[in-house]
């Protein structure tokens, strides 16, 4: 797991030279970052498939922006970071045996026990890439109910960036997410700081960081995976009730 | 415990040879693996019911209930029965003419079926799935146990006076197992009644099927039924195999590859890691199935899946004879030596279960209704008035 202590804030990271924001991780193969009090467990899952990716750059961008937003408002947290390229062949497994095994079962409940999922994904001919809408397949439909959710994506032009609105928040909207107001889709024209009437790329991020941020610190720290597979089927309802749902 | 086999009566093409057999071979087929699973005195034979290609199995109990004239000794039981789609007056007419016939030698496991358009195809609503089965089996059971049914539920017509026959032999109705792969509801209603609960877990990782039965088990000491440890639970497995573990591998990987469901997609290493698939010696399948008590606790059925994805009769015959010689007598004794006390070895069995019924004060003995008790009129009424009108 990639734990990353809040960084002051600083999003100048687009002339950061060395390997950094790029490395490829799978969160299983780290150790677990003990997770003191109550720090906030925000989840980076990117789609990037090249090496180094800018859809991980625009990640990491996104998630560090909320770390130091929620910093700003006294609440600690750390990023996970998922690389769904290193579970590609896994989750295709997944699509043809129902069943999810091994590290990606340990992937998904770090991504539907999180305090806050940053998810962030190439645009392949007008919208997610395959293996990202492929990952949210195979999650439970109800695992990312109430989840504060930020989106990002990216692109080679401008031309692309409203697939966040009519395809990935429909997607989110759907299963109940909370999504942001703000999405942040970078050209790679984004990455000269251009900007335009939308502000700049590290504007943009800066405004979703602040509104995930505000959601995540209004809510409590949510118990971590471990903790919440005491009692796997807690909510079933009792017979009694199921058969007297039907006598009414 | 009982070890015993299920078909999922798949149609499917043998990789190794491009051969088809029809449904008429292949049930035929499955008739022949059947027996020879009692002569090679395996303890269980139990069908799937599809009712879409590539499956055949539409009908289990006219094929148990044939079953039932030409086996001597194996139970005949159902993976599974669809407790959703099936009118519940005819699974508990069925089961209990099945229950007559072969003397008891019968369960059948419930289910709800894995195949989308069967629900509309006889009616009903995959989204009431749950619904259907707690309502259904509620009313097979009122059907089993009280003579004359008055009823009114959500999902079938009502019923007035109705009195569903066969009665169940000696007055007990036969022992049923609840399936489910995901929904812990089904678990719950399994533990409610105290049947039993059977995790068909052959596509499943064990930390899932563990946390389903540890679930099941708690909810059966809740109900008061027993200790967690006395509930009745039954897996899943499937296993290929042969002296020679390479030679095993060899063979089954072609249809393996090409299986339904987990076909071109995980590799057989993967797939067997991951769940209870064990491709190898006899040995190495009883290491892997006699550590399955450490995971579920000890249990009392478990079937396993021989013949399936194209394999032939003569492969499938052989499969069936290296469990019956080689795996089984290993597997009961491993079972046997670790049982604690008070921990039943095996499902309830007719004869368990009227000793049961005696000893409550339950059973009825043998069972006649003389007379229509609703109407009050006996058949010999129904003739002498057809006399008169005739006369």
Same mark, same amino acid.
């Given at each position: 797991?990639?734990?990353?202590?809040?960084?002051?804030?600083?999003?100048?990271?687009?002339?950061?030279?060395?390997?950094?924001?790029?490395?490829?991780?799978?969160?299983?193969?780290?150790?677990?970052?003990?997770?003191?009090?109550?720090?906030?467990?925000?989840?980076?899952?990117?789609?990037?498939?090249?090496?180094?990716?800018?859809?991980?750059?625009?990640?990491?961008?996104?998630?560090?922006?909320?770390?130091?937003?929620?910093?700003?408002?006294?609440?600690?947290?750390?990023?996970?970071?998922?690389?769904?390229?290193?579970?590609?062949?896994?989750?295709?497994?997944?699509?043809?045996?129902?069943?999810?095994?091994?590290?990606?079962?340990?992937?998904?409940?770090?991504?539907?026990?999180?305090?806050?999922?940053?998810?962030?994904?190439?645009?392949?001919?007008?919208?997610?890439?395959?293996?990202?809408?492929?990952?949210?397949?195979?999650?439970?439909?109800?695992?990312?109910?109430?989840?504060?959710?930020?989106?990002?994506?990216?692109?080679?032009?401008?031309?692309?960036?409203?697939?966040?609105?009519?395809?990935?928040?429909?997607?989110?909207?759907?299963?109940?997410?909370?999504?942001?107001?703000?999405?942040?889709?970078?050209?790679?024209?984004?990455?000269?700081?251009?900007?335009?009437?939308?502000?700049?790329?590290?504007?943009?991020?800066?405004?979703?960081?602040?509104?995930?941020?505000?959601?995540?610190?209004?809510?409590?720290?949510?118990?971590?995976?471990?903790?919440?597979?005491?009692?796997?089927?807690?909510?079933?309802?009792?017979?009694?009730?199921?058969?007297?749902?039907?006598?009414? | 415990?009982?070890?015993?086999?299920?078909?999922?009566?798949?149609?499917?093409?043998?990789?190794?040879?491009?051969?088809?057999?029809?449904?008429?071979?292949?049930?035929?087929?499955?008739?022949?693996?059947?027996?020879?699973?009692?002569?090679?005195?395996?303890?269980?034979?139990?069908?799937?019911?599809?009712?879409?290609?590539?499956?055949?199995?539409?009908?289990?109990?006219?094929?148990?209930?044939?079953?039932?004239?030409?086996?001597?000794?194996?139970?005949?039981?159902?993976?599974?029965?669809?407790?959703?789609?099936?009118?519940?007056?005819?699974?508990?007419?069925?089961?209990?003419?099945?229950?007559?016939?072969?003397?008891?030698?019968?369960?059948?496991?419930?289910?709800?079926?894995?195949?989308?358009?069967?629900?509309?195809?006889?009616?009903?609503?995959?989204?009431?799935?749950?619904?259907?089965?707690?309502?259904?089996?509620?009313?097979?059971?009122?059907?089993?146990?009280?003579?004359?049914?008055?009823?009114?539920?959500?999902? &079938?017509?009502?019923? %007035?006076?109705?009195?569903?026959?066969? /009665? !169940?032999?000696?007055?007990?109705? +036969?022992?049923?197992? =609840? $399936?489910?792969?995901?929904?812990?509801?089904?678990?719950?209603?399994?533990?409610?009644?105290?049947?039993?609960?059977?995790?068909?877990?052959?596509?499943?990782?064990?930390?899932?099927?563990?946390?389903?039965?540890?679930?099941?088990?708690?909810?059966?000491?809740?109900?008061?039924?027993?200790?967690?440890?006395?509930?009745?639970?039954?897996?899943?497995?499937?296993?290929?195999? &042969?002296?020679?573990? %390479?030679?095993?591998?060899?063979?089954? /990987? !072609?249809?393996?590859?090409?299986? +339904?469901?987990?076909? =071109? $997609?995980?590799?057989?290493?993967?797939?067997?890691?991951?769940?209870?698939?064990?491709?190898?010696?006899?040995?190495?399948?009883?290491?892997?199935?006699?550590?399955?008590?450490?995971?579920?606790?000890?249990?009392?059925?478990?079937?396993?899946?021989?013949?399936?994805?194209?394999?032939?009769?003569?492969?499938?015959?052989?499969?069936?004879?290296?469990?019956?010689?080689?795996?089984?007598?290993?597997?009961?004794?491993?079972?046997?030596?670790? /049982? !604690?006390?008070?921990?039943?070895?095996?499902?309830?069995? =007719?004869?368990?279960?009227?000793?049961?019924?005696?000893?409550?004060?339950?059973?009825?003995?043998?069972?006649?209704?003389?007379?229509?008790?609703?109407?009050?009129?006996?058949?010999?009424?129904?003739?002498?008035?057809?006399?008169?009108?005739?006369?």
């Amino acid at each position: 797991m990639t734990a990353t202590t809040p960084a002051g804030g600083t999003l100048d990271m687009v002339n950061r030279p060395g390997p950094h924001p790029l490395t490829r991780r799978s969160i299983v193969n780290q150790p677990e970052p003990a997770n003191q009090d109550d720090a906030r467990r925000v989840v980076l899952v990117s789609a990037g498939l090249s090496q180094p990716s800018s859809t991980r750059l625009l990640g990491d961008r996104l998630a560090e922006a909320t770390v130091a937003a929620l910093a700003d408002q006294g609440v600690r947290a750390t990023v996970e970071t998922v690389e769904l390229r290193d579970h590609a062949h896994a989750i295709m497994d997944a699509m043809l045996t129902g069943f999810a095994s091994g590290d990606l079962a340990h992937v998904i409940e770090q991504v539907t026990h999180a305090d806050a999922l940053v998810l962030v994904t190439p645009l392949f001919t007008t919208t997610y890439s395959g293996l990202f809408k492929s990952f949210v397949d195979i999650l439970d439909k109800d695992s990312l109910v109430g989840m504060p959710v930020l989106l990002g994506a990216t692109g080679g032009t401008p031309r692309h960036s409203l697939a966040l609105e009519y395809g990935l928040r429909p997607l989110f909207t759907y299963l109940r997410a909370d999504v942001a107001t703000t999405t942040v889709f970078a050209a790679t024209d984004d990455w000269a700081e251009a900007g335009g009437s939308a502000g700049t790329l590290p504007e943009r991020v800066r405004r979703a960081g602040r509104e995930l941020a505000r959601t995540v610190a209004s809510r409590d720290a949510r118990p971590s995976a471990a903790a919440g597979t005491a009692a796997p089927f807690s909510g079933t309802p009792s017979f009694e009730d199921m058969l007297g749902g039907l006598a009414g | 415990m009982q070890y015993g086999i299920f078909t999922v009566s798949d149609v499917t093409t043998d990789p190794t040879t491009g051969r088809t057999p029809d449904d008429t071979e292949r049930v035929r087929n499955i008739l022949t693996i059947a027996k020879h699973a009692d002569e090679a005195g395996l303890d269980v034979f139990a069908t799937g019911e599809h009712h879409n290609p590539p499956f055949v199995a539409s009908s289990p109990t006219t094929m148990l209930g044939y079953l039932a004239g030409v086996t001597k000794n194996i139970t005949l039981s159902t993976a599974t029965t669809l407790i959703t789609t099936n009118d519940p007056v005819r699974i508990a007419e069925e089961y209990a003419m099945l229950q007559v016939i072969s003397d008891g030698r019968m369960d059948l496991m419930l289910g709800r079926g894995n195949t989308g358009p069967v629900y509309p195809w006889f009616g009903q609503d995959i989204r009431q799935g749950i619904n259907l089965a707690i309502e259904n089996y509620a009313l097979v059971r009122r059907l089993w146990t009280e003579d004359v049914v008055d009823w009114q539920g959500k999902f &079938r017509t009502p019923l %007035q006076g109705f009195t569903s026959t066969p /009665r !169940p032999l000696d007055g007990v109705p +036969p022992f049923v197992w =609840h $399936g489910s792969i995901r929904s812990p509801e089904i678990a719950e209603q399994a533990a409610y009644y105290g049947d039993g609960f059977l995790h068909n877990n052959i596509f499943w990782p064990m930390e899932h099927t563990k946390q389903m039965v540890a679930f099941y088990r708690q909810r059966f000491e809740h109900y008061g039924h027993g200790r967690a440890d006395q509930a009745i639970v039954g897996l899943g497995g499937q296993v290929f195999v &042969r002296k020679d573990s %390479q030679k095993a591998w060899d063979e089954f /990987r !072609p249809y393996f590859d090409n299986a +339904p469901v987990y076909g =071109h $997609g995980p590799s057989m290493e993967d797939f067997t890691r991951e769940t209870p698939l064990t491709v190898g010696s006899p040995q190495q399948v009883i290491d892997r199935y006699a550590a399955f008590r450490e995971d579920v606790g000890d249990y009392q059925r478990q079937l396993f899946l021989v013949d399936h994805a194209g394999l032939p009769l003569k492969t499938v015959l052989e499969q069936i004879d290296i469990l019956a010689e080689e795996i089984v007598p290993v597997l009961r004794a491993e079972a046997d030596k670790h /049982r !604690p006390e008070g921990v039943p070895s095996n499902p309830p069995s =007719h004869a368990d279960l009227v000793a049961k019924a005696q000893a409550a004060g339950e059973a009825t003995g043998l069972h006649v209704v003389g007379e229509d008790r609703w109407t009050g009129r006996r058949a010999e009424d129904d003739a002498e008035t057809a006399g008169v009108v005739t006369r």
